[in-house]
């Protein structure tokens, strides 16, 4: 076996400590405030939504389109506060530090609407820029005001063209794949 390099261990110092005070900061700051409640309950209604007005003729299809926005936007979170692009001060459980509840349910319920209701390319392209604009102008800045999002090296018009151009790219994706399973049941 090949031997550890000697810094490897000083990083796993690091990161027990960094666990251990980011563990203490949430029970300290986060749990039970305003911000966990409202990290908790408005996925929850996002949820309540998608219930309420998916098409069931659609749902795998639609499901697809939505794990490739609910998986990238986990992927990006990771990699944005890797390198402290942006943060969050509250999160809903105390070893994460990603918002979990907007990359699982917010996010990818609100592109999976515009994809089961916007049919035509036209009506797509307008429910997409409706939503980005929703997200990256309003909830994001409001995500900020209320000291859940904190950037560092981001703007919310970097956030708007990732919304516009994942969405364009998980919908030729999504069409892509359940043509190729059509025609395989042909």
């Given amino acids: 076996m090949l031997p550890i390099p000697s810094g490897f261990e000083t990083i796993m110092q690091i990161k027990v400590h960094l666990g251990e005070a980011r563990t203490q900061y949430w029970y300290s700051n986060a749990l039970f405030s305003f911000q966990w409640w409202f990290s908790v309950f408005v996925p929850l209604g996002f949820v309540w939504i998608w219930i309420k007005l998916y098409k069931r003729s659609q749902l795998v299809e639609t499901v697809l389109y939505g794990l490739l926005w609910a998986t990238t936007a986990s992927y ?10 942006w943060e969050y001060p ?30 035509t390319i036209k009506s ?11 997200f990256a102008f309003v909830m994001e800045p409001f995500l900020v005001w209320l000291g859940l999002y904190k950037l560092y090296h981001w703007t919310f018009c970097f956030s708007f063209i990732l919304y516009i151009v994942f969405s364009f790219v998980f919908r030729w994706l999504t069409k892509k794949i359940i043509a190729a399973q059509l025609k395989q049941e042909k």
């Fill in 90 to 119: 509250y999160t809903i459980l105390p070893y994460s530090n990603k918002d979990l509840s907007a990359n699982l349910t917010s996010i990818p319920i609100a592109f999976m609407l515009v994809y089961q209701y916007c049919s």
């Fill in 124 to 134: 797509f392209t307008g429910g997409t820029v409706a939503i980005a604009i929703f």
């Fill in 76 to 85: 990006l979170d990771f990699v944005g506060t890797s390198f402290l692009l």
